[in-house]
Structures are given as C-alpha cells and as structure tokens.
C-alpha cells in the first residue's frame, strides 16, 4: 500500500503564495504520474497540474503562469508551487500519485486526504 501526505494549505490574501508539498511512503516500486486536483464548494473536482516520471507538466487553464508543479523523484515528492492567488483558487486540494508497489504488478492512482487553501482578505 501505498500513502500520500499533504502539507503547505492554509489562509492567504489574494496575490499572496503558498506551496504545497505531497510525500509519498509505503511499498513502492516506482511512481509514475503524479498531480494535483482540487474541489470548491458545490463544485466537481477539476485537474491543478500534473507532472510524469521525466517532468513533463500539464496544468488547468485557470493556473496557468502562476501555479508550478515540480517533483523529487528521490524523496516520492511532489510540489505546488501557488502564486498570485486568487479567492477562486479556494478549494480542498487533494495530491495524487500512480504507483506500482512490486516488480510484478499494476499502477494503482492513490489519493491523499486533501489540504484547505484559501485565498481571502
């Protein structure tokens, strides 16, 4: 099995930063994507940004330019690096990682518990 543990969310005000950090621990043989999505209230959960073994990214529309996403493959870490937020960034990040856990086996998507960001004065 494998576990994600997020830290970093918290209260800022609008055009402030924050970055979040999502380790992974557990059985791991290799960790392949991993990302984050978010969800507001009364909203779907939307893709942030993701990110694949090499670093190649991916992100939102609505983050583009601002948000960063980057990871250390030694320490099974991904980050979120926010920028100029906005209140409509609000919402319950959660991290996500594709993980194998033996040499024989499949990618599994585990979830971690999620983070609050909010950006308010």
């Known amino acids: 099995q494998v576990q994600l543990v997020e830290s970093g969310g918290g209260l800022v005000q609008p055009g402030g930063s924050l970055r979040l950090s999502c380790a992974a621990s557990?059985?791991?043989?290799?960790?392949?994507?991993m990302g984050w999505d978010r969800q507001a209230p009364g909203k779907e959960r939307e893709l942030v940004a993701d990110?694949?073994?090499?670093?190649?990214?991916n992100y939102a529309d609505s983050v583009k330019g601002r948000f960063t996403i980057s990871r250390d493959n030694a320490k099974n870490t991904v980050y979120l690096q926010m920028n100029s937020l906005k209140p409509e960034d609000t919402a319950v990040y959660y991290c996500n990682a594709d993980a194998q856990s033996y040499p024989v086996g499949t990618l599994r998507r585990y979830w971690g518990q999620g983070t609050q960001v909010t950006a308010s004065l």
């Open positions: 990110i694949t073994s090499t670093g190649s990214t």
């Open positions: 557990g059985t791991i043989f290799r960790i392949a994507g």
